[in-house]
């Protein structure tokens, strides 16, 4: 690849960011200049579609603006590394994400470094790069969004952190996610009509965990929280998937599990779940012949 803006802008900025201070000119305009100079590097760099070369010119620019103490056009450096990275790189992307979020905690904004939190997991939950990881992600932004009062975005990150953890086989924490994302979709009218789904799916969990005295008793809480659950398809559905496993019924089972597909198409995640069961209630049946 022949040299492009972006290179010759990068060594001005490297001859600026290695210079001896003058007489006439303060350290910290030195590290400002620098800084500028990276900046344009770095959107050379993007231009040419050299997203690697861009993202080091951004970390190489923000660490000058952190030495010109200038927290602010740091934070949005590193975030532009991160954004270049994430094109070839991954990790890196989020590795500068972390140094974006370390900015903005330290400055009291919360809310940024629940946004950056989220792009943090969306980038592990990607292709599969890393599960665990993205669903840790996925709830601490949560936690951020809702302590800064976005209820309605937290809800959104923990809804993808119960999907997760389900796929990780830790139902537990599934089943906690989904409690809470319905107890807050109670209390708007926008988001009522939502609830029945957060049930079932926590029924669901139960199931996937062989606790059918859980699975029972969230059915009966969920009917006292919202007296119009048990006349839904959902809760019909959840009450004979309960009461099918409780008597080890396998056809009964998946009777329940295709009438309700006829009418309701099952997503990836229901049917993941619905087939865990059933081994499990097969694999009890094979013991017990």
């Not at 059915?219 to 959902?234: G, I, M």
């Amino acid at each position: 690849m022949g040299a492009s803006r972006g290179d010759s802008l990068l060594q001005q900025a490297d001859k600026k960011a290695s210079s001896s201070t003058g007489w006439f000119s303060s350290s910290s305009s030195k590290w400002e200049d620098a800084a500028d100079l990276y900046q344009q590097a770095g959107n050379a760099y993007k231009v040419d579609g050299r997203w690697t070369e861009s993202g080091k010119a951004f970390e190489r620019e923000a660490d000058c603006r952190l030495k010109a103490d200038e927290k602010n056009d740091a934070m949005n450096a590193f975030y532009n590394a991160s954004k270049s990275y994430k094109k070839t790189d991954p990790m890196a992307a989020v590795n500068a994400l972390h140094k974006t979020i370390k900015l903005v905690t330290e400055a009291g904004n919360f809310r940024q470094a629940a946004d950056r939190e989220k792009d943090i997991a969306q980038i592990f939950a990607q292709d599969g790069l890393d599960i665990g990881r993205a669903r840790d992600s996925y709830q601490r932004a949560g936690d951020w969004y809702k302590q800064e009062d976005a209820n309605a975005t937290a809800n959104q990150c923990y809804q993808q952190a119960a999907e997760l953890s389900a796929e990780l086989g830790d139902f537990p924490t599934a089943l906690q996610l989904y409690k809470t994302v319905a107890d807050w979709s109670l209390t708007s009218p926008l988001t009522k009509y939502s609830v029945k789904e957060y049930f079932l799916r926590a029924v669901l969990c139960c199931l996937a965990m062989g606790d059918l005295v859980l699975a029972q008793r969230s059915l009966d809480e969920f009917a006292q929280k919202d007296v119009t659950f048990p006349s839904t398809r959902e809760s019909k559905f959840a009450k004979e998937l309960v009461d099918a496993c409780d008597e080890a019924d396998i056809e009964r089972y998946t009777a329940a599990v295709f009438q309700y597909d006829q009418v309701t198409k099952l997503d990836n995640w229901k049917t993941n779940i619905l087939l865990r069961v059933k081994k499990a209630l097969e694999e009890d049946e094979g013991n017990l012949t």
